[in-house]
């Protein structure tokens, strides 16, 4: 985490205490579409599943083909630009 802060830092876009870290590995996932009420069934649902938590926060939002990047997009051999390529 200190990695990615420090390389955000070293860019000079943003003040120090603008950059957030949050970096969480999924190794379960289900892709959908639909998100009509979606956060607030999803919260819902936690809060029933989680009880004793005292605080649940759900933000939907649509990636931004100008601002997002990952490991497949990266990668010289994916010409199509395919953000699934290789996994």
């Not at 069934?41 to 939002?61: E, N």
């Amino acid at each position: 985490m200190a990695a990615v802060y420090d390389t955000a830092d070293a860019t000079g876009i943003f003040a120090n205490n603008d950059i957030k870290v949050r970096i969480q590995s999924f190794h379960h996932y289900k892709l959908g579409s639909n998100k009509t009420n979606f956060s607030k069934t999803i919260t819902a649902r936690l809060k029933k599943l989680l009880p004793s938590t005292s605080f649940l926060s759900v933000s939907i939002s649509e990636y931004e083909a100008a601002t997002y990047c990952n490991s497949s997009l990266i990668n010289p051999r994916n010409t199509n630009h395919d953000r699934h390529f290789e996994l």
